[in-house]
């Protein structure tokens, strides 16, 4: 069972950032691939970025690419989404995820929620205008 808890969430204004903070309970956490989904009121949960086990590969959204950078730190069991230039429209609650990598994925894997064994309990963001 790996536990996943989600931190850094905040109210911020437009143009601000924040780092969202990952960290799992596990001591193979270089073998899971990692997703960060934001669910917003009233809307279904929606994949924002992913990244392997190495840290090697990642996919965004496209309409946050340029401005979120998921990362990861294994020796810190730790994956990280650095947001940037935040608009009202990424406000939601947003959720990290875990999978295990057995081998290469494309983003339609990263993107899928049934892909994840493990979820975080989310964190909010807020972004006012």
């Known amino acids: 069972q790996v536990q996943l808890i989600e931190s850094g969430g905040g109210l911020v204004q437009a143009g601000d950032s924040l780092r969202l903070a990952c960290a799992a309970s596990?001591?193979?956490?270089?073998?899971?691939?990692m997703g960060w989904f934001h669910q917003a009121p009233g809307k279904e949960r929606e994949f924002v970025g992913g990244i392997s086990a190495s840290g090697s590969t990642t996919y965004y959204l496209d309409s946050v690419k340029g401005r979120f950078t998921i990362s990861r730190d294994n020796a810190k069991n730790t994956v990280y989404l650095q947001m940037n230039s935040l608009e009202p429209e990424d406000t939601a609650v947003y959720y990290c995820?875990?999978?295990?990598?057995?081998?290469?994925?494309?983003?339609?894997?990263?993107?899928?929620?049934?892909?994840?064994?493990?979820w975080g309990q989310g964190t909010q963001v807020t972004v006012s205008s």
């Open positions: 596990t001591r193979s956490f270089s073998n899971y691939f």
């Open positions: 995820g875990a999978g295990t990598q057995r081998t290469f994925y494309t983003k339609s894997t990263y993107s899928t929620e049934s892909a994840y064994a493990y």
